[in-house]
């Protein structure tokens, strides 16, 4: 029966903008997220995060429901916004008060506080003077987890500065289907290198306060060629290094690699790169967190140019690795996230990884008892925390599983038509009802030890 080390930490994981609304109080200002949500077309239904889960006023409602899981982690994200309004200054307090009292409110319940500082809300002002296209905004990134660190440093577990560098660049910049809604790939380049630097410069501003581990977050695509043609072999080789090694390798190698650079190359001479820049994005980590959802089969043959978020690998086409879905259109197949943590384990050997989010979107149908009963979602968990068990088997030093997501929320450009949770959020009322997932996830926790 697979089971876990005796300090293999389980958790849940939520980000800022996804739950918590009161976007207005508090003294928070306005990020890129606001703005988009709220130009019209750019999210479904015309959703958005004003009030998302309301977590920002039933916070304790919702650490409760974390105590009561038995978690031992719990990974949430800063809104910057809430911190330093126009992304500039000193801070403000009612901001750092609130992340205060969520942080003592875990330690009270036996939880440890996991902190990711940047999940995508950007400052509104810093947007305008190019956000991540400007080299600047990494430097105030700094100053910002300085802020963060100093007020949160003496109790939170674990730190990570980003979340999904890929996503905030590519698709922010290069698609444009995230805010700030910009489709222009030397954009997303240009993007891709501050966030690496913020990265850098976070993790300067992160030690000078706390002794914790600290690390970053990232969405490695579990990527499998579709066959051993040397078309399909090079978009598959192009497709893993713009979408995976782009943000590792400096990070964790000091470098960016050849293929990243050649297979960019059209879009960007890459004259952002400044002396001393890899020195600092390189500066030694504790921890990767990947999160994981699918795996594809890439192709080559595609004609996708312009609004792609696959900049390198225009013509790489994504196969779905087989056809049972979630409710994202994503592929379930638990063996990726063996075969992600292994991959990621053999090109840097030396770093610890957590699995920081992994979930699934399902349509959930509340039966007339109220009940929920998601046996598709539970399936889905199950198998895969059995692989990292695999993964650990294999030698792999994976750290932790972090449940994605505690509660229903805004999935981003999807609004809140996306069920992630196990916890079901009624928009309407805002209660909160247990998914039989949270059932079974609770019961799982008891024992940390999955049957044959
Ligand atoms: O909801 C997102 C989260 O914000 C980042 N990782 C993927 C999740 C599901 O799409």
């Known amino acids: 029966m697979p089971t876990f080390p005796e300090d293999f930490v389980f958790g849940a994981a939520t980000a800022s903008y996804q739950i918590e609304g009161a976007v207005h109080e508090g003294g928070r200002g306005t990020s890129i997220w606001d703005t988009f949500s709220h130009t019209p077309g750019r999210v479904d239904r015309g959703d958005t995060g004003d009030v998302a889960c309301d977590h920002y006023h039933r916070w304790t409602e919702d650490l409760d429901i974390l105590a009561e899981l038995g978690v031992d982690a719990y990974r949430f994200s800063v809104a910057w916004p809430r911190i330093q309004p126009t992304g500039v200054g000193s801070a403000n307090q009612a901001g750092l008060d609130f992340y205060s009292r969520l942080v003592d409110g875990l330690l009270a319940r036996g939880i440890t506080p996991f902190v990711t500082l940047y999940h995508w809300d950007l400052p509104q002002t810093l947007e305008d003077k190019g956000g991540w296209r400007d080299r600047d905004t990494a ?15 003496d109790r939170v577990g674990e730190w990570a ?44 501003a992160l030690r000078a306060s706390t002794t914790s581990p600290v690390g970053i977050v990232v969405n490695v695509h579990q ?42 190359a059209k879009h960007s001479s890459w004259e952002v790169i ?77 770093i610890d990884l957590i699995v920081s989010e992994n979930g699934a979107a399902m349509v959930d149908v509340v039966s007339d008892d109220g009940a929920i009963h998601d046996a598709d979602r539970i399936a889905y968990l199950e198998g895969h925390i059995g692989a990292v068990a695999d993964a650990l088997a294999l030698g792999v030093p994976v750290k932790g599983y972090y449940e994605w997501s505690l509660l229903d929320n805004f999935e981003w450009a999807l609004g809140c038509s996306k069920r992630f949770g196990i916890v079901r959020v009624d928009y309407d009322t805002q209660a909160r009802t247990w998914k039989d997932s949270a059932k079974w996830y609770q019961s799982f926790l008891a024992t940390r030890t999955l049957g044959e």
Request: with cysteine; charged share 20%.
């Open 161 to 204: 500065t980003l979340n999904e560098p890929w996503c905030a660049a590519m698709l922010g910049y290069g698609s444009g289907v995230h805010a700030p809604g910009v489709a222009n790939p030397k954009a997303a380049l240009d993007a891709s290198h501050h966030l690496n630097l913020a990265h850098g410069l976070g993790v300067q």
């Open 223 to 264: 990527l499998w060629p579709a066959s051993d043609s040397e078309q399909d072999m090079d978009a598959w080789a192009r497709a893993d290094a713009v979408g995976n090694w782009m943000y590792l390798d400096p990070i964790l190698k000091g470098r960016y690699d050849d293929l990243t650079l050649a297979a960019t």
């Open 274 to 350: 400044a002396d001393g820049d890899l020195d600092i994005i390189s500066q030694p980590i504790d921890f990767v967190g990947l999160n994981y959802y699918s795996g594809q089969y890439v192709a080559g043959g595609g004609t996708s140019e312009g609004h792609t978020p696959w900049v390198g690998a225009e013509d790489a086409r994504f196969i779905l690795a087989n056809d049972h879905l979630t409710d994202m259109g994503w592929a379930i197949i638990p063996r990726g996230l063996t075969d992600l943590l292994v991959r990621v384990h053999e090109r840097y050997p030396d």
């Open 139 to 153: 430097y105030r990134f700094a100053d910002y987890a300085d802020l963060v660190a100093r007020e949160l440093g």
